[in-house]
């Protein structure tokens, strides 16, 4: 104990009377922190300089108690609220641990763990330190220790690494320690949050079931509920069904977490059925339901659910519904929902004018899309890939480079990414500029526009743009020694390349990579057969046709729809 500490205690003892008057936790622990900062200033200062400042304090101070009471410490405790108060009041708690009664070394232990885990100005670093340091006092101490590892274990489920939580429930099984109910209600949301490991909520579901927290006899519905969402996120949706029948009191988050299990599965109409008999629908509900039927391209249903909806839709709602609307190709309507967005305020958010963005330039109204994008005080990587996607999709190259520069220039804040090079790729396919496209590409090759990971994609505009352009052999060339795997659109992008310039020869070898990749789509073949024919070569035509034939290959019929105005 430092002589400093003495001095301190008692001149702020004097000066505040607080061992007489009684002045309570507050006066006490404002000098057990004052005390524990200065330490923490001993423990930092060099020796020599120490010795000076010594020079300078009282020759005679009077005794008093140096060790603070039990309940100071729970209280100290209890009043954590910054990283900085949990540092230094860890650091008392393991000086002076040993002179506390269990109960009260235990209790303040369990709010340090409780704020540095839970609390948003907490440290989860901090609170494992606290665990491991203390887990064999906690657990001859404590009646429950899994309160303990609970407590970490639900600050590490919402954390960007929930994987933590389920390597901390197996060291927790490991150690012997027995689970709860919310031990598993906390390992189960960090396996939602974890879909890789099919197995794992399985193996969970079994164990709970051994330690009497699920079944007919358990009343725990939040762990039914959140096995539920495990199997739901990875589209189990047997096994979310039958833990749904089992769950002994039914609420909103129940049937959302069966209504996540068909979704992810993409069966929308089984959804469907359960939104419908769901007895409460809060705006989460019916905004998964919308955006559903916005990503399974069923704007109309997402339109009509969206009218029927009783509540003020949130932000997710109205993007979702600017998507069916861009679906659609209804400029009008999705003029209405402009006008909706802008009456519920959310006109500023970034994320709905990227939307609406899209929407415009897909629906042919350039100059509202840039209107929109011109009004941003703030962009977004998705604001200038929208902007410039939809330049280079309506062959306008001159502004598809413009705005590409003009990001580059404003680099400071957002960098191009793979589908902005796309973009600008594309752009150069489609007006036929091939010596600035490959440029581009090798530039790209070569880190000229920093790190750009370059994908089937990329490959496939340079060999459309080479197709376009006749130089056949070049693009194949480029098929063969890309660094990564080719697929059937690329090939596909040749095949179309050799028939607007007769090369029947080169058709011959895209078809072949074709018949490896996709032996099950006749459209290739049909249009190598037209080849032939055009060519006057009827008889390898008419094999073309047999083949396909005998092997039960036919061509994908394509489709169109077109939405007819309500008269």
């Known amino acids: 104990m430092s002589v400093l500490f003495f001095w301190l205690t008692a001149h702020f003892t004097s000066s505040l009377n607080f061992a007489s008057r009684g002045r309570g936790n507050f006066t006490c622990s404002t000098v057990i922190l004052f005390y524990m900062e200065r ?133 927790m099984r490991r150690a012997g320690a027995a689970p709860d109910a919310f031990t598993f209600t906390f390992v189960l949301k960090s396996c939602s949050r974890c879909p890789s490991g099919r197995r794992l909520p399985s193996d969970l579901h079994a164990q709970a079931i051994r330690h009497g927290c699920l079944g007919e006899l358990a ?44 979704l992810k599965a993409n069966d929308l109409d089984a959804a469907r059925l359960v939104f419908d008999k769901m007895p409460h629908r809060d705006v989460v509900s019916w905004t998964a339901m919308i955006s559903a039927y916005a990503k399974a391209c069923r704007p109309q249903e997402a339109l009509a659910l969206f009218d029927a909806m009783p509540m003020q839709p949130d932000e997710v709602t109205m993007v979702s519904i600017v998507s069916a609307c861009t679906t659609l190709g209804d400029l009008a309507t999705g003029e209405r929902v402009r006008r909706h967005i802008d009456s519920l305020g959310f006109g500023w958010m970034m994320s709905l004018r990227n939307a609406l963005m899209d929407m415009y330039a897909k629906c042919g109204s350039l100059p509202e899309a840039r209107a929109l994008f011109d009004g941003m005080t703030v962009r977004s990587l998705a604001s200038w890939n929208t902007l410039i996607s939809a330049y280079a999709s309506h062959g306008d190259l001159d502004n598809t480079i413009a705005v590409f520069y003009q990001m580059l220039a404003e680099g400071n804040t957002v960098k191009p990414d793979g589908v902005t090079f796309l973009a600008v790729l594309m752009a150069y396919a489609y007006n036929g500029c091939v010596e600035e496209g490959r440029a581009m590409f090798n530039a790209m090759q070569q880190g000229g526009y920093g790190k750009v990971e370059l994908t089937v994609e990329h490959y496939g505009c340079v060999v459309d743009m080479l197709g376009r352009a006749g130089k056949l052999e070049e693009a194949y060339q480029m098929i063969e020694q890309m660094p990564i795997p080719s697929n059937a659109v690329i090939w596909g992008a040749l095949l179309g390349a050799c028939r607007t310039h007769g090369d029947i020869d080169m058709a011959e070898r895209a078809v072949q990579e074709l018949r490896n990749l996709k032996p099950e789509e006749g459209g290739y073949y049909i249009l190598l057969s037209d080849m032939y024919t055009s060519a006057g070569r009827i008889a390898e035509a008419t094999e073309i046709r047999r083949a396909m034939n005998e092997r039960g290959v036919q061509k994908t019929t394509g489709r169109s729809t077109a939405f007819l105005p309500q008269l």
């Open 39 to 171: 330490t923490e200033e001993l423990n930092t200062t060099p020796a020599d300089e120490r010795m000076t400042r010594s020079q300078t304090r009282p020759a005679a101070m009077p005794p008093t108690s140096t060790s603070p009471s039990p309940g100071d410490l729970v209280a100290l405790s209890a009043r954590c609220s910054t990283k900085r108060d949990l540092r230094l009041i860890h650091g008392a708690l393991l000086r002076r641990r040993h002179l506390l009664p269990a109960a009260d070394a235990v209790a303040a232990l369990a709010k340090l763990l409780r704020f540095a885990a839970v609390s948003p100005a907490g440290d989860l670093r901090q609170a494992a330190v606290i665990l491991s340091t203390h887990l064999p006092f906690i657990t001859s101490a404590s009646t429950h220790p899994a309160f303990f590892y609970n407590t970490l274990m639900r600050g590490l489920a919402a954390s960007s690494s929930p994987a933590d939580a389920i390597g901390l429930f197996a060291a």
């Open 219 to 262: 009343a725990h519905t939040h762990v039914h509920n959140a096995l539920l969402h495990a199997y739901a996120c990875r589209a189990a949706v047997d096994d979310a069904c039958r833990v749904f029948e089992e769950i002994p009191a039914r609420d909103v988050i129940s049937f959302s977490g069966l209504l996540t299990a068909h």
